[in-house]
């Protein structure tokens, strides 16, 4: 969640501790504020028994970054100067598996693929796929389908007939 969205929330919690305090019920809060009323009941016992500072946020969830920020600007620009720069040639393309593998080359931190995506939409960059074919495709074979297999099963979905064999 983003530094905006947590103080939007912390605002809705703080405006409910200001209503509970005008011993408004948790529902009537819940009704004003729109939220739910499990959430307005769950803050007012936060509230009641540990005060106002209970309903203030905690700041981000989740686990921190491995990375310091000095790392993810160099991390940043490795990016920038391109796969090729780091050993791979073979083509221009950041996967989510080649930045974690230079993280792990780099910096001698251990990130998932999955990890290591996300890493990279933080610092404004995205994985790229690239188009792999196998190398048993028959493009003679792929062409016919297109041109009559799929040609006849789009004319039969456009008359509405049913795909499934009867």
Known sequence: MTPAGRR?????????????????KPSEVA???RV????????????RDDGVQALASRGPSGSRCR??????EKLA???????????????????ASRVA????????????VSG???????????PQVPARRVAERDEQAVTTWKEATWAEVLTSARWGESLRSP
């Open 8 to 24: 939007r929330r912390e605002t809705v919690r703080l405006q409910a501790a200001e209503l509970f305090e005008q011993q408004i």
């Open 31 to 33: 009704r004003r504020l």
């Open 101 to 112: 593998t230079l993280i792990g080359r780099k910096f001698h931190v251990t990130y998932s």
């Open 77 to 95: 620009a490795y990016l920038e100067q391109g796969p090729a720069a780091h050993g791979w040639v073979e083509d221009q393309v950041w996967t």
């Open 116 to 126: 290591a995506t996300r890493l990279m939409h933080r610092i404004g960059f995205t």
């Open 67 to 72: 990375l310091s920020p000095r790392c993810l």
């Open 36 to 47: 739910s009323v499990k959430s307005a009941y769950q803050w007012h016992q936060v509230w």
